[in-house]
């Protein structure tokens, strides 16, 4: 029987989640004999073009080149996997689509703005082509690309985990920041997968791994408010990796630039 | 009540001695990252030393004293359910054979006996709770088995606790090996067991004089005059409330975050999953803690029965305080106020029970 197909495909991103795979260690061995993999830049195989089974994609959409580019990997691949947060939500790099301004900041950053070639606004992947599978985290854990590899070579749907960090910090046994520290901790509306790394180290959730199931963000920023809060505070919680996820997007909003009398809407 | 009798203070340390010569390992409360957690304890110094403690609506903070009380607060996040019942573990690993047949491997190793000290009443009626549930459980069992609790009881519950409303506490009522008063000097020692009364009588102990007595009588008195109280309801009526606004009003405040579930001492919930190895020949069968809170739990193929908030709420509420008396002859709720201080928005579910009394406008 032929090995399943794989390829790790590049988009707007830092390299963290293709970094993951790397970081299986032993398990990347274990993952070689299983399958074939044939376009992973950052382990030093490029065949951009191939045909595979699984395409796991990291990064956003930043420009017309990848909007082109992300058709092509549609139409080569079986599953398309988007991995990480830029892939998911549209990353940090997405924090542009706020202001609107894509053309004044371009201008004034760049000393030769005509050779630079992005879209006004950045996208997921999901934006643009069907995705059978998206991971989220920034960056992704190599538990969650391990589980899914692993149920797509069974031919089951992958489990998609969308519990709150909340549940994993109990099992875990951590120690609660907000209720022990005021602390303005996202783990109530953000989704699980990264063990709660950071309550775990006495560090309020930042939110990376993107909304949980039904998010009560509104609520949540209340609570922000009632610790103290200032607005912009607020916003900076849920405007930040995934800002444009929508519900962090929709409760972000409400207190961006609200109160600083240069509200642009 | 059993004969006490009196430990000072500077002999709590031949107790711990005591209790880990006898091959146990003992657990017991330490400050941890703000709050208290049962940890392994082999000195005295390990533990509080005049820590008192806050509690409120969303709110936990330690405050140390002068005091020379080990004990002198009401509870952590956790005391013995994740001693019990684990937050996860392995149930059986399944390994496939060549002939394309499933061997299956119970995963079940001996628990090491484990002692803990500082368990409370509210602690202990929970534990109770969830021998019920889980009593044909023998992950459960083996670890319930060899457990050795020394129980305090509560001389400074928090303004969360309501043990008293509901009976459990805040004296330590039964199902202890050991229970201890703390006073000003020393301790009054009772056993609740024939295994506390054999370490009982290893003990350098006195009889207790009458004003010893009579300072564990006030004290416990004291501990009794909680201002937070179980209101009155009919357990059986609960459910039949399924339309007061009270649920549209909590269902708003409440983040869904299952914290609730997860501190309460007799919550039980779990799911279970299958960690393949990558190999694809080997995998294990996980259980983890779950709760009413997430969309999983009301997960029957292909449909979710409790899609918002208001109805995962009202299902907890209400099997809590209502179905558990149906289910196990007694409510689910044991007063400790674990689900009122560790709730990050600070949700008084007993505020929602006084409103479902009340009728409606």
């Known amino acids: ?265 | 009540m059993p004969a006490s009798v009196y430990l000072p203070r500077r002999d709590l340390q031949c107790l711990l001695d005591l209790i880990v010569s006898q091959g146990y390992t003992l657990k017991g409360p330490q400050v941890i990252d703000g709050a208290i957690l049962m940890r392994p304890l082999n000195s005295t110094s390990q533990l509080p030393k005049g820590l008192e403690q806050t509690q409120a609506p969303g709110e936990y903070r330690l405050q140390q004293t002068q005091g020379l009380r080990h004990f002198s607060w009401a509870n952590g996040p956790q005391a013995l359910k994740p001693l019990t019942f684990v937050p996860r573990e392995t149930l059986w690993r399944s390994e496939a054979q060549p002939d394309g047949t499933l061997k299956f491997h119970e995963s079940i190793d001996p628990p090491e006996p484990t002692a803990v000290l500082g368990v409370r009443g509210c602690d202990l009626a929970a534990l109770a709770l969830q021998d019920q549930h889980f009593a044909g459980d023998p992950y459960y069992q083996q670890r319930r088995q060899s457990l050795l609790l020394i129980a305090i009881d509560c001389s400074h519950p928090a303004d969360t606790c309501f043990c008293a409303s509901t009976r459990d506490g805040p004296d330590a009522k039964d199902g202890f090996d050991l229970a201890l008063s703390e006073l000003e000097e020393g301790f009054l020692v009772r056993a609740g067991s024939q295994q506390g009364t054999a370490l009982m009588e290893q003990l350098q102990v006195s009889e207790p004089t009458l004003e010893q007595h009579q300072e564990a009588q006030s004290q416990l008195e004291q501990a009794r005059q909680q201002q937070r109280h179980l209101p009155d309801f009919e357990p059986a009526e609960l459910i039949q409330l399924n339309q007061h606004t009270a649920w549209d009003e909590v269902a708003d405040a409440c983040l869904s975050c299952g914290n609730c579930t997860s501190v309460c001492p007799s919550c039980f919930c779990f799911s279970e999953s299958e960690a393949p190895e990558l190999n694809g020949t080997e995998s294990s069968h996980q259980r983890q803690w779950d709760s009413c809170f997430s969309e999983g739990h009301s997960y029957i193929h292909g449909h979710r029965f409790r899609p918002d908030t208001k109805g995962r709420y009202r299902q907890w509420l209400t099997h809590k305080f209502g179905s558990w008396v149906e289910q196990y002859g007694r409510s689910g709720c044991t007063g400790c106020g674990r689900c009122i201080s560790w709730c990050p928005v600070g949700i008084d579910p007993l505020q929602v029970l006084t409103q479902l009394g009340e009728t409606q406008s």
Not at chain 1, 51 to 65: K, Q, R, W, Y
Request: hydrophobic share 40%; proline share 5%.
């Open chain 1, 1 to 265: 029987m032929n090995k399943p197909r794989i390829a790790v495909h590049k988009f707007s991103s830092c390299d963290g989640c293709q970094l993951t795979f790397l970081n299986l260690g032993e398990a990347l061995l274990q993952l070689n004999e299983q399958v074939e993999i044939l376009h992973f830049l950052e382990a030093g195989m490029s065949d951009a073009e191939t045909e595979v089974d699984i395409a796991f994609v990291e990064g956003s959409l930043s420009t017309p080149n990848e909007l082109e580019r992300i058709q092509q990997v549609r139409a080569n691949s079986r599953y398309l996997v988007s991995i990480g947060a830029c892939a998911t939500s549209g990353g940090l790099q997405a924090l542009r689509n706020l202001e609107g301004q894509h053309d004044n900041w371009r201008d004034a950053i760049y000393a030769r703005p005509e050779f630079i070639q992005t879209l006004k606004e950045v996208q997921p992947i999901a934006a643009a082509v069907q995705v059978d599978l998206e991971l989220w985290g920034c960056p992704v854990s190599s538990a969650q690309i391990l589980a899914a590899i692993r149920a797509l070579l069974f031919d089951v749907a992958p489990i998609d985990d969308r519990d709150r960090v909340c549940l994993e910090c109990k099992r875990q046994q951590a120690v609660c920041v907000l209720v022990t520290g005021a602390a303005p901790c996202m783990g109530p509306v953000t989704r699980t997968g990264c063990g709660a790394l950071c309550p775990r180290f006495g560090r309020a959730c930042y939110g990376c791994y993107g909304p949980s199931e039904t998010p009560q963000t509104d609520t949540l920023a209340q609570r922000f408010a009632g610790f103290g809060l200032l607005p912009d505070a607020i916003a900076r919680r849920f405007l930040l990796i995934n800002s444009q996820a929508p519900a962090f997007l929709h409760t972000g909003k409400v207190f961006y630039h609200s109160g600083t009398g240069d509200q642009d809407d």
